[in-house]
């Protein structure tokens, strides 16, 4: 294992540099967001996922946000284990009847403010579900959502751009 | 074959005229009586239980009866009901329950008959069925089953979990720190799909298969493909065949990574963690690049591939294996070389061998007690027919019989995937579906991360979907989670959990 940390010690990191100022880098991304989140929240947001039914396919993206190459916790965004320390939902969907109650009970338990972003083409609309009678569809038939960040699934770099438009969002409330 | 190797269900079936337009394996229509000597076979170890399923006015069953090809039986109910399975054959149990909640098809005799998917939540009683109205019932009403015994408390997880993880409610019942019984309660994320899968057509029908479970999206791409192509008697072209093995493989590699170091994370080990994400993170990104979606969703059609690879595709398939290998294998070192790990994952969710042959567990849940199957030898289907690849075996049936067992799926993964890039077979990536007089049925398995998944499924002349029943390999996994965690502590649930990595998605439907 000392082999490996020392290796790891004088490796260049993996995180993702910040790409040409045109190509809307990562780099650039979280740092526009951590400035507008500090005026906010001080230093941090805590987001808590919550998968109201979806594939997991969306769940894979969410979760590759923390790891090295993404690595969202340098621009002080953290995922929560409980609502209750969250300032952000992030909800998949399509909202099934089963998870209905439960999704409720989440929001209830989460303290204003609060915004929630619901994620992937079924937590937006319905996406393929469309028709079921199991399922209730977009995140917004439920509990009021502040933006919606598409793709089957979206991808790590769209999720961040979404929370980007949020902090946006939330700031021009605040003003 | 002499009268002594012949499978019983197999002799049953013998004298039995199998139906026609049904492939690649044979399906026979039964009487309740016959139903009954199969499920008794099942019971006695006669077969392994591939699927049980219903559809309107009928049950199915998918079993696999070695040294015979598998076979599907179907049975027309009668007075809303049918002979349980379940109560000689346990696996076959929450199979029969969601029949009964989706078709309102009774099992007579079922030794359980709580609602399993319904929740009492969609206003409807047997929607795929009768569709009869019922009043939305409080989802908390669920009979879990009693334990007695002095000093026990319960433990309530979920729905929602504290990770980034799918919805599920876990019931523990503990003893101090041991668990004394785990009870499951799943179905939160049930969406309808087999009734999304029923009179749809083939290309919104191979979308939301897709979407049964988005971790093993191209396995069910690719099972639903050969079912399809199997009712057609048709085959993908050879460069597809081997694009598909490619995507199969890359897949189960990503997915590996993730949960390796996922294990490590929960026993508190997230050096492991970091750098496995690193290493699926190069996957997912090579994947993309060859085939434009990192998941690779939709990337499998009936007749072949939606899209060839990327002209540079292959060079980043492999140039981003090549970074990998050597650095796995120093993660695989330091996992070896670390105790304190190993004291967590050695000796934890042991699961017997008895249960993994009876519930006919595959992946790595199976490998890691002795169930030597893997479908893409012993049900072998192309691109995997004939080549010839170790299949790791275990028998520790721990924690770390489970990670070995990916350990060596990844290191064969990759050889497979460089081989094949290396030797890309020219010509056309999609075969025409040709338009068919008469309905026909087909059946595939194919062998995602986490286990073998079954497609079976009707088409309609005119070339629709008229039934598709989609079984994740999670319905036979799941089940074992809660003996794996029998008089563990609480604190190695997460453990025993991650080593399964059980879809619910793919489960709930």
Redesign the interface.
Known sequence: ?RT??LKSLFARP?TIKAPGADDGGLEELGRALAARGRRLFGRSITIR????????????????L????YDVERFGLR?A???RHADVLLVTG?V???????LER?YAATPDPKWVVAVGD?GCGC???E?????IGAVDKVIPVDLHIRG??P?PIDLLRGLIALIDKAAAKAS | MTAMDANPIAVILERLEAVAFHAPWRRFDVDAQTWTAIAKSLGDGGADLLSLWGDAGAVYMALRTPPADPCVISLAVTEGGFPSVGRFHPPAIRLERTVADLYGHRPADAPDQRAW?D?G??A?RA?LGARTPAPRRD?VDYGFLAVHGHGLHQIPVG??H??????GHFRFTANGETVARLEERL???????D??LTDVDLA?AA??VA?????S?VALNFAFACAVEAAHGISAPPRATVLRGVMAELERIANHL?DIGAVCNDAAFA?IH?HC??F??RV?AASDRAFGH??M?DGIVPGGVAHDIAADGGTAIVAALDDIVPRFE?IVA?YD??PSLQDRTCATGFVAPDLVNRWAAGGHVGRASGRNFDSRRDLAYPPYRGLGFAVPLYTAGDVDARVRVRIDEIRASIRMVKDWLAALPDGPVLAPIPQASEAREGIAVTEAFRGDVLVWLRLTANGKVARCHVRDASWFQWPLLEAAIENNIVADFPLCNKSFNC???GH?L
């Not at chain 2, 979407?211 to 971790?215: A, F, K, L, T, Y």
């Open positions: 294992m490996l940390l993996v996922e919550v998968d109201a039914g979806s594939c997991n396919g969306c769940e894979l993206e969410i979760h590759a923390s790891n090295s190459v995922f284990a409980s609502p399509p099934t009847h089963n998870m209905k109650v439960a989440t079924c996406g393929v579900f028709g079921s009678y199991a399922v089957c699934p991808r | 998917l929740h939540q969609w409807l929607p989802p729905p929602v504290a990770g980034i993880i799918e919805p179905g939160y994320v049930h969406k309808g799909i009734g999304l919104k979308r939301v979407r049964v479970s988005g971790d999206t993730g050096l970091a994400g690193i699926r993170e997912l990192r998941l969703m120093e330091l070389d670390t879809s619910y998605s709930d």
